[in-house]
């Protein structure tokens, strides 16, 4: 299957700061990219809907002035958190999905945001 | 809209026995359906899913799936368990391929020697 990878894993941030992370389609190009957020022991929560060269769309709830999701290119969408504080410490998850990608979405393997 | 109901939050089972999840759906229009398992601190990996055709779909390390309309389920079995399956499982239901997925709360299986 297609790969898609995060960066960084996991990062450590003081309140107050930002913080961007990656979303990267390896070997397909991705027209749609997703954003979730899990809580421990939770299910997957979407957060928004990115599209190549538009405007991501926000779930209901999401701020999209705190969460900002860039999908500039076919390869590479990025979601920075800003300002973070300890209530958006979290596990962020990306997938991606194509024209290319037989009615599947493929996911990265997470990102871990402590913020202290 | 759709909506999926994962039966049972956690599930035990032992080594060799069979491994049933369950899973039900909503959904207004004809569902595409996705079993994942994700591993502590990792991402989902994708184990099955069905699209349209054969309702008995068979994934990954052995696991399969039946898609019954009647029953708007979507149950994932196992013949044995391995202690290799102990993980969460979620099931999800989307429109296509393509759009957005709802997840199930997820089920965790517990696999005992």
């Known amino acids: 299957g297609a790969v898609v990878s995060q960066h960084p894993s996991r990062v450590i941030c003081k309140s107050g700061t930002s913080v961007k992370i990656e979303c990267r389609s390896l070997d397909f190009q991705a027209t749609t990219m997703f954003w979730y957020r899990q809580f421990p022991k939770q299910s997957l929560m979407l957060m928004a809907t990115s599209n190549e060269g538009s405007k991501a769309t926000y779930e209901q709830g999401v701020e999209k002035d705190k969460f900002l999701i860039n999908h500039a290119s076919l390869t590479l969408s990025t979601l920075t958190v800003t300002s973070a504080h300890p209530e958006d410490s979290s596990f962020y998850i990306c997938s991606a999905t194509g024209a290319s990608s037989y009615n599947e979405q493929f996911f990265g393997p997470g990102t871990r945001l402590t913020v202290l | 809209a759709q909506s999926v109901t994962q039966l049972g939050s956690h599930v035990s089972v032992s080594e060799g026995a069979l491994v049933l999840l369950r899973c039900n759906y909503s959904?207004?229009?004809?569902?595409?359906l996705f079993w994942y398992v994700q591993y502590p601190n990792q991402g989902l990996q994708l184990l099955l899913k069905y699209t349209t055709g054969a309702t008995l779909v068979k994934g990954i390390n052995g696991f399969e799936a039946e898609f019954k309309k009647s029953e708007t389920s979507f149950h994932l079995t196992k013949p044995s368990a391995h202690m290799s399956d102990a993980a969460e499982y979620f099931c999800a239901v989307s429109i296509s391929g393509y759009s957005t997925l709802t997840f199930g709360k997820g089920t965790m299986l517990l696999v005992s020697p």
């Open positions: 959904s207004s229009v004809p569902p595409y």
